[in-house]
Structures are given as structure tokens and as C-alpha cells.
């Protein structure tokens, strides 16, 4: 797949598989094309090149089979939605555009509420929670779709480490049920942790494939311009200027 702004390709030629049951990091530096790549395979942004399909079948046909979450940044907090008129919004492939929801919908987003621990907050305007929250909040929409595939753009940034233990169960419980969770990650210290596998981009495909054998110091330097400073995988850092706080390597999309 090959993504461009302006006639500038922002991600060429990038091809890469997320099978089904596992958990992956897209990781790369500011500018590698990380967002831009979800983005284009979703068909929010056209592609020049390349096709993405889900299930061996084009997006446009399984769409309903894909849960969405994107950056915090891009979301207009100040619309007057409660969190469960939020999570409600995942139903609505079920509700039907032109129909209120019921009881049993209602009873539904409650429940995915519950499960990223936000059932307390069902009634409270969007706007008025805290960024962990409200991340939390976008996790539980795309619950309430009950997906196979699972995208989501830097879920555990700006977020706080209890939310951000809570995001990481509720994706592995999902990974551990058969579906497929790809995640945009920015903090490269918990790659092993978090993923099985990773997909390394820096506007074109670095590497690709299990944890254990793409996530490596030369992949990382090549995707870095050998900027990183350590070759502690667990803990790595970017040397000169561009150094962010010991917390983890900050790597915007």
C-alpha cells in the first residue's frame, strides 16, 4: 500500500499481515507514516496503491468486522455526548441510524463500560473526563462493536499507568478470544510486553513479524536512523536533542 500527501508519499509500498489472535505494535519515528498507514487502510485517506482486506475479503465488504479507536487529539471532547451516548455509537450498526436505542442496546454499552471500568461514568458529558477516561471510554465503543479486527492509533498516550494496565488486559483478553488487535504505539519499552508481534515503519517497511525476531536493536536503528542510544530493547532511548523523559521513547506518528 502506498499512502501520499500532496504527490509525497507518506507510507510506500508497505506491505504487511495481522493474523488472526494476535497483537501488534506499529512502531517507528515522528513522521513514519503510523497513523497515515491505519488510516489508509481504513479508506480515510485515499491510497495511491494497494489494497487492504480483512479476512481475505476488500475492507469495503468487511467494514463491520473492524473496531476503530484513533488518537485522542482528533476528537471533538466539547460535543455534548455522555459516555454511554459514546459507546452507544458502536451499536448503531445494530440500532439502525433512524431508530433509538433500547433497553437491551442500552444494557449493552453499560456492560462495555463495566469492562474498561467506567460504568460509574455512564451519565457524565464526554468533555468532563479526564484523558485516561475518556480513552477508556473510546475502548468501550469499540467493544460494544464486537469486532474481529481491532485498530487502534496510540491508545496508551497521555493516559495515566493504572488506565493505561486496564487498555492492555481488556486488548489482550481480546487477543486471547481469537480476535485481532493492531495498535499505533509510541512507548517502545513495553513492545515486548504488550505484543506478540510488530511491524516496524519508517514510510516504508522496516520490518515485520513475531516480537522475538523483528523487534531487534538493527531493525530499530534502521527505522531510527541509529538514534537510539541503548541496545536494551526493554528500555531504549533516543540519543542527542530529540532524547525524550527516561519514561520511554516517545515516537509520535
Not at 506491505?15 to 497513523?35: C, R
Not at 455522555?82 to 437491551?104: K, Q, S
Not at 463500560?113 to 460504568?119: D, F, K, Q, S
Request: glycine share 12%; with cysteine.
Amino acid at each position: 500500500m502506498t499512502v501520499a500527501y500532496g504527490g509525497k508519499p507518506a507510507v510506500f509500498g508497505v506491505d504487511a499481515t495481522f493474523p488472526a489472535g494476535t497483537m501488534t505494535a506499529i512502531v517507528g519515528p515522528n513522521g513514519a507514516g503510523k497513523s497515515t498507514f491505519l488510516k489508509g487502510a481504513l479508506g480515510v485517506i485515499p491510497k495511491v496503491a494497494g489494497e487492504a482486506t480483512v479476512f481475505g475479503r476488500p475492507f469495503a465488504r468487511t467494514r463491520d468486522r473492524v473496531a476503530y479507536v484513533p488518537q485522542r487529539a482528533s476528537v471533538d471532547w466539547d460535543f455534548p455526548a455522555l459516555a454511554e451516548d459514546v459507546v452507544m455509537m458502536g451499536l448503531y450498526g445494530r440500532i439502525g441510524l433512524f431508530r433509538l436505542p433500547g433497553r437491551r442496546h442500552r444494557e449493552t454499552a453499560r456492560a462495555c463500560l463495566a469492562r474498561v471500568g467506567m460504568e460509574a461514568f455512564a451519565e457524565r458529558q464526554i468533555g468532563q473526563l479526564s484523558g485516561g477516561q475518556q480513552q477508556r471510554v473510546f475502548l468501550a465503543r469499540a467493544l460494544a462493536q464486537d469486532a474481529d479486527l481491532y485498530l487502534l492509533d496510540e491508545p496508551f498516550a497521555g493516559v495515566d499507568a493504572a488506565t493505561e494496565r486496564v487498555l492492555v488486559e481488556v486488548l489482550k483478553s481480546l487477543r486471547d478470544g481469537g480476535r485481532t488487535v493492531a495498535c499505533v504505539h509510541h512507548d517502545l519499552s513495553t513492545v515486548r510486553d504488550y505484543f506478540d508481534r510488530v511491524l516496524i515503519l519508517n514510510g516504508a517497511r522496516i520490518a515485520e513479524g513475531p516480537t522475538a525476531e523483528a523487534y531487534t536493536e538493527a531493525n530499530l536503528q534502521a527505522a531510527y536512523g541509529g538514534r537510539l542510544a541503548t541496545a536494551n530493547l526493554g528500555a531504549p532511548t533516543l540519543a542527542g536533542p530529540d532524547a525524550p523523559a527516561p519514561a520511554g521513547l516517545a515516537a509520535g506518528a
